[in-house]
């Protein structure tokens, strides 16, 4: 049980192999002990510094607008293991080249808002995690997960990141189920994106009696590289203020981030928002001089596989975890919006990047080249001199010291400078 009696905060996809032998430390008399980070300290009034709402009447709940649940690839182990995958209901019957099995935890959606008080009216999105009862213990550990991790980042004296989705409160059923409450920043990912642009592409080029016009096909490639670097480099940039915060992400993938539009004509408006914190691990020091937690077992196992043993360097290693997985999510998005839909998926490049070209990206390149499919997405990486080609090679770097920090990711050339 996350949500008991209301406590004062301030705040501004492979399914995790669980070991549950013992109950974790945060459950006492089957309720979660919120964590001391919780305070009572006075803010301003203003939205992003009002207390999490934990009371079921100040919401109301309107119409399922989604699920989700985890992944687990069983025939396909690539560089990585134990990347947690996310998908949407309708993805899995899409995967033929891989036996995928879904996990036990089904997450629901809803459209909401704020009922009562100085906030009323303000649209939410509930994320609803099922019950004990309908999924064991896993479910509340992965709510309790991502309350505490959202609560602690929205409590920095820095301010609220706005590259991460604000958590305004949440409550428990009488059957146990858990809602969390987000503020409505859109209901479109990154995924959505990637196959409402490739099925676009895959109109136009279908029109066969109708050429694509040659300055409008210019233009459109010019607005789509836009919008593609402005959405990668917010996400950085979440993803920066979760490091510099003593926070991993753990999960990030096209479904984790959050988009307020994917229409390219208005990419100057877009703000894309981190969301899916249940699996993020607590780098701090007095945390990894503490032991392996649940949730960073198996990332610390890695570790000491790579050579990582002192907390200084688990604490790299895990950092260099999660820039590995944002180099995927770019090559995801240099990728399936710049080609024809069904060409190219997330799983298949990872394979190809991991185990046809162990991880060589100029190979891959090469390889690329070579299909006219794939040419808009080389001419894409291409831009600046091949700059990038030069941050995806970096980011996938197989020595896990050689990966670059995720504010420099942000901040290379290739987000940054005029590459149009």
């Keep these: 049980m996350i949500f008991t009696t209301p406590h004062c905060f301030f705040s501004c996809s492979t399914s995790l192999p669980f070991s549950l032998s013992k109950k974790p430390s945060f459950f006492l ?39 989700y649940g985890f992944m687990n690839v069983t025939s396909y182990s690539g560089f990585q293991s134990g990347a947690d995958l996310e998908f949407s209901s309708g993805d899995l019957g899409q995967l033929r080249v891989q036996d995928v099995g879904e996990g036990s935890v089904k997450i629901r959606l809803y459209e909401g808002r704020i009922a009562q ?19 064991g213990i896993e479910a509340d550990m992965l709510a309790a997960n991502e309350l505490n991790a959202h609560a602690f980042l929205q409590s920095s004296s820095e301010g609220i990141c706005k590259n991460l989705l604000l958590l305004l409160g949440g409550f428990e059923t009488k ?16 995924a959505d994106f990637a196959k409402a642009t490739s099925e676009k592409i895959s109109r136009a080029r279908s029109l066969q009696e109708k050429p694509w016009n040659p300055f409008e096909q210019a ?14 480099q917010g996400a950085m940039n979440g993803l920066a203020y979760m490091h510099n915060h003593e926070r991993l992400h753990q999960s990030l993938g096209p479904a984790s981030v959050i988009l307020n539009t994917i229409v390219e004509r ?23 001089e503490e032991g392996p937690s649940t949730f960073s077992e198996d990332l610390w196992r890695r570790a000491s596989s790579a050579g990582a043993f ?17 180099g995927l999510l770019f090559a995801y998005l240099a ?12 799983l298949s490049l990872q394979r190809l990047l991991e185990s046809t070209f162990k991880l060589d990206v100029m190979a891959t390149r090469e390889y690329c080249l070579a299909d006219d499919r794939l040419l808009e997405a080389v001419k894409f990486l291409d831009l600046g001199d091949a700059a990038g080609w030069e941050l995806l090679q970096a980011m996938l770097n197989p020595d896990f010291r050689k990966r670059p920090i995720a504010e420099a990711v942000a901040n290379h050339r290739f987000l940054t400078a005029n590459v149009l």
């Design 335 to 346: 990728f399936v919006p710049f080609c024809e839909a069904g060409i190219m998926d997330g």
């Design 29 to 67: 008399s089957k309720k979660l002990r919120l964590s001391t980070w919780a305070s009572s300290r006075t803010r301003s009034s203003s939205l992003c510094t009002a207390s999490l709402i934990t009371s079921p009447d100040s919401f109301e709940v309107g119409r399922l607008i989604g699920s």
């Design 266 to 288: 208005d990419a100057v408006y877009l703000v894309p928002k981190l969301r899916d914190l249940a699996f993020s691990v607590d780098i701090s020091f007095s945390s990894l």
């Design 117 to 135: 008080g100085p906030f009323k009216g303000t649209p939410v999105i509930f994320k609803v995690y099922p019950g004990q009862r309908a999924a």
């Design 310 to 326: 002192t907390p200084m360097e688990r604490r790299s290693f895990g950092i260099a975890d999660d820039i590995y997985e944002a």
């Design 175 to 190: 059957t146990g189920e858990q809602w969390l409450a987000f503020r409505d920043n859109g209901k479109y990912s990154a």
């Design 219 to 232: 233009q459109a490639f010019k607005r789509r590289t836009y919008f593609v670097i402005r959405l990668f």
